[in-house]
């Protein structure tokens, strides 16, 4: 029961999670859909706007024409006159009618085609006289989304005639672009004073409003966009999206379950390399106490081999060879004493080694690198591995082998401050080839040639025993161990045999 509640709690933690991740995706994909959306009406807004500032622009040009024509000619050339403005009728339609309204009671209108309704020639007459040089603007008060636009000629006081440019607010605005006939898509004009000139505006997610580029026609464009659910995640879109979701989820979860089993290995791996330092460290403190016991033992066959040596010179200047004799015969049991003495601790401090099998050179290389990290990262070090991609299996005991290397990085540690370490592997023939070079001071030149001796060491405080100990342990492997000459740093080549594969 324990085991069910326990999967059932897993099963669901993990559901939890797979829906939350599904649930981030989807938000992200509508709000980028969104900004897509928003972005997309801000650039087909400035479009239509620069379209509808260029139109805009065009009428000023056409009533500055027609009021040149008008006051270069007066009453005389009215035909010129009228024959421009139905050009100007026919070729831009969306300009309903050009109209020369007089301003002075005798003088008659010019009558072009399309004449206004009289509001609206009222309405154009007075924003002529109201007009103090710059165009004029209002609403039509006929024909729905239609303005004028008013320009007195001449334009001064004495002007005597206002021109009129019956314009259609919706052709200016019109576009043949079909993201503006969507249903969710909606624009309008206003007049500089607020009044709709044409169009209408929903309520919208995403707006814009700006006056057209025009002095004379400050007209204010607004467009609108409604945004549903539906625009931001289409149903397509949710099914492939909460599918690659799943997928990736699932490959993330199985990564993260097989980096957690391969840590948890590494942790055990790691505890057991501990427990074979810690047990290997108990006896060279055994092996120290020994040594201490076995130096006090040694003392007393060594003192009397000394007295018995010096007793037979004096018994042989004498003649006495019956005592010379019972002399020699101490002297041999106490040199046999102590060489029993020996041979106990040699005997006693002689490893029960492991039968040597295939082990990784790469794995070792790499333990001993997480190992060393916090001791290498306190000194300022820094530890390089470069490892063929084809991990080495060599014929060595695994623990041996990793003692080897720790002592051999462990001394490159020691040589410097913020050293640089490299442990660099290869393959040359039926043999595997690890160096380990560091940007030390080096080994002195009076102890290169008797480095791997007992007791010889480089180190202040050194014992000396290390880097014989590493030449026993690759030499019972079947392997050798060098410090190579002629290099520019200090390097030490260890060569063990190749594993059957």
Known sequence: MRFTTSTLRSAMRFLALWACAIVMVLATLGIMERQRLVRELTVKSEGLHRLASQRADQHDAHLTALSAILVASEEARQDLLIEVAATITRFYPRIVSVNALSLEPA??????????????????????????????????????????????????????????LNINAAALVASDDPFWQSPSVSHRLLSPQGDVLTG??????????????????????????????????????????TALATLLFWLVALGLKQRARRKEAEQRADLSALETRLAHASRINAMGEMASGMAHELAQPLTAILSQAQAGRHL?????????????????????????????????????RDQVQACSLNEAALRVKRLLGTEAQA??????????????????????????????VRNALDAADRARVLLRARRLGDRAVLEVSDDGPGVPADIRER???????????GTGLGLALCQRLVEEMGGD????????????????????S
């Open 107 to 164: 003088r008659p209108d010019i009558q072009t085609p399309f004449a206004l309704g009289a509001q609206d020639a009222t309405r154009v007459r007075d924003l002529a006289l109201q007009s103090t040089g710059a165009l004029q603007i209002a609403p039509s008060t006929v024909d729905a989304d239609r303005y004028l636009l008013v320009k007195r000629s001449p334009n001064s006081q004495a002007a005597r005639y206002a021109l009129a």
């Open 200 to 241: 209408g505006l929903a309520t919208g997610d995403a707006t814009f409003s700006r006056a057209i580029g025009s002095a004379s026609q400050p007209l204010i464009l607004e467009t609108a966009l409604r945004i549903r659910t539906a625009d931001l995640l289409p149903i397509g879109t949710v099914l492939v999206a």
């Open 451 to 461: 480095v791997f001796e007992p007791f010889v060491t480089g180190k202040k405080d």
């Open 316 to 352: 042989v200047q004498r003649g006495d060879v019956e005592g010379l004799a019972r002399v020699l015969d101490d002297t041999v049991a106490q040199a046999q004493r102590g060489a029993d003495i020996l041979e106990r601790l040699q005997r006693w401090s002689r490893p029960n």
């Open 481 to 500: 161990i060098e410090l190579v000459s002629g290099t520019a740093h200090t390097t030490f080549r260890l060569s063990l045999p190749i594993a059957a």
């Open 379 to 408: 000194k300022g070090a820094v530890v390089t591995l470069d490892l063929p991609n084809t991990p080495l299996q060599v014929k060595a005991d695994p623990v041996e082998l990793e003692q080897v290397i720790f002592n051999l």
